[in-house]
């Protein structure tokens, strides 16, 4: 049996990490791996379930629909059903797991953004997922005014009850990713997603270079 590794791709909003997911995929099969690509949140039916709640909200409760910490809690348990359910057994079996997104957007977003502590994300990831965590996180980083034109094609019918924060939520965001990668570099990636989704992806498939054959 292969070993399989568990990959995340992070990064704000327009980054195109999805992109990204999806080419990595490919070249990975095309290497003859056993590939899951999955997301955060979601990827399981439960989690996929809660990431609707999480991302459309709640109708008729104007607005924000739960506190940081209870947004927090919703996030650790769609990812506890996921790495239960999926992530878990795909490489128990030897599959690679290609997640778009994973624990550092909570760190990010209800951490950096929402005002949590970055100990008490950790504790929640600690009783949910077993504190697992990627063989390696890929963040993908974008300019501002790249990642508004993306968005502005993505985003027809509006964003979502996060992707819609403020500039000032956002930017909170993209520093504490930017910080991640700085405190812990074996452990991070930066990939300069400014370019054409091929020439990014050059930059996933060198980035990756340790773990290929
Ligand atoms: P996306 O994956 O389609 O970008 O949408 C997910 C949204 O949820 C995005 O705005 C980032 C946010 N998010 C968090 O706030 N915390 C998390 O832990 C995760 C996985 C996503």
């Known amino acids: 049996m292969t070993q399989g590794r568990f990959i995340a791709l992070e990064g704000g909003e327009g980054a195109g990490k999805s992109t990204q997911a999806r080419l990595l995929a490919d070249a990975l099969r095309i290497r003859g791996f056993d590939v899951v690509t999955t997301r955060e949140p979601g990827g399981t039916p439960g989690a996929e379930a809660i990431r609707a709640l999480l991302l459309n909200g709640v109708e008729g409760d104007g607005g924000e629909s739960w506190n940081p910490r ?110 991640f990668a700085d405190e812990e570099p074996a452990r991070f990636a930066r990939i300069d997603g400014d370019g054409d989704p091929q020439a990014t992806h050059a930059l996933v498939v060198a980035a990756l270079a340790r773990f290929l054959p």
Do not use: K
């Not at 996030?75 to 997104?101: K, T, Y």
């Not at 077993?130 to 509006?158: H, K, M, N």
């Open 70 to 179: 209870a947004e927090a809690l919703l996030f650790a348990a769609a990812r506890s059903d996921h790495v239960h359910r999926l992530i878990r057994p795909a490489l128990a079996r030897g599959a690679w797991v290609i997640c778009d997104r994973y624990l550092d957007s909570s760190r990010a977003y209800q951490g950096g953004g929402g005002g949590l502590s970055d100990a008490d994300i950790a504790t929640l990831h600690d009783i949910g997922s077993d504190g697992l965590l990627p063989d390696l996180t890929l963040l993908v980083e974008v300019s501002p005014a790249i990642a508004v034109q993306r968005l502005a094609l993505r985003d027809t019918e509006g964003s979502d009850r996060i992707g819609g924060r403020d500039a000032g939520y956002h930017a909170r965001v993209a520093s504490a990713f930017s910080a």
